[in-house]
C-alpha cells in the first residue's frame, strides 16, 4: 500500500500563499499519477490539479478555477508532492486531499475514481 500524508494547511487571507505538501510511502512513487482534490462544507469533492510523468517530462492539469494561481509539482527522489497556492481566495477554503494511483494511464486523470490512494486531508482556509 500507499501511505499519504498532506501538510500545510492552515489560514491566510485573501491574496496569501500556502504550500502543501504530500509525503508518500512506497519505491514506485515516480511511476504513480497523482493530484490534488478538495472538498468545502455541503459540496463534492472537486478536482484541482494533476500531474503525470512519461517520457522523461512532466504533464499537468489544472482546473479552470485554479489555472494560472495554482502549480503543481512533484520531487521524486523524496516522494514528495506539492501544491503551490498563490493569489488565494476565499472560494478556495476546502479540505484539501492528496491522490495517488498505481493504475496506468497515458495522461492525467482528473476523476475521482481514477486515483486508489488518498490523504487523510489538510484544511485550507481563506479568509476576506
Known amino acids: 500500500q500507499v501511505l499519504l500524508v498532506e501538510s500545510g494547511g492552515g489560514l491566510v487571507q485573501a491574496g496569501g500563499s500556502l504550500r502543501l505538501s504530500c509525503a508518500a510511502s512506497g519505491r514506485t512513487f515516480s511511476t504513480y499519477g497523482m493530484g490534488w482534490f478538495r472538498q468545502a462544507p455541503g459540496k463534492e469533492r472537486e478536482f484541482v490539479a494533476a500531474?503525470?510523468?512519461?517520457?522523461?517530462?512532466?504533464?499537468?492539469d489544472y482546473a479552470d478555477s485554479v489555472k494560472g494561481r495554482f502549480t503543481i509539482s512533484r520531487d521524486n527522489a523524496k516522494n514528495t508532492l506539492y501544491l503551490q497556492m498563490n493569489s488565494l481566495k476565499p472560494e478556495d477554503t476546502a479540505v484539501y486531499y492528496c491522490a495517488a494511483s498505481s493504475i496506468g494511464s497515458r495522461g492525467v486523470v482528473t476523476t475521482t475514481t481514477y486515483y486508489n490512494y488518498w490523504g487523510q486531508g489538510t484544511q485550507v482556509t481563506v479568509s476576506s
Open positions: 500531474i503525470s510523468w512519461s517520457g522523461g517530462y512532466s504533464s499537468t
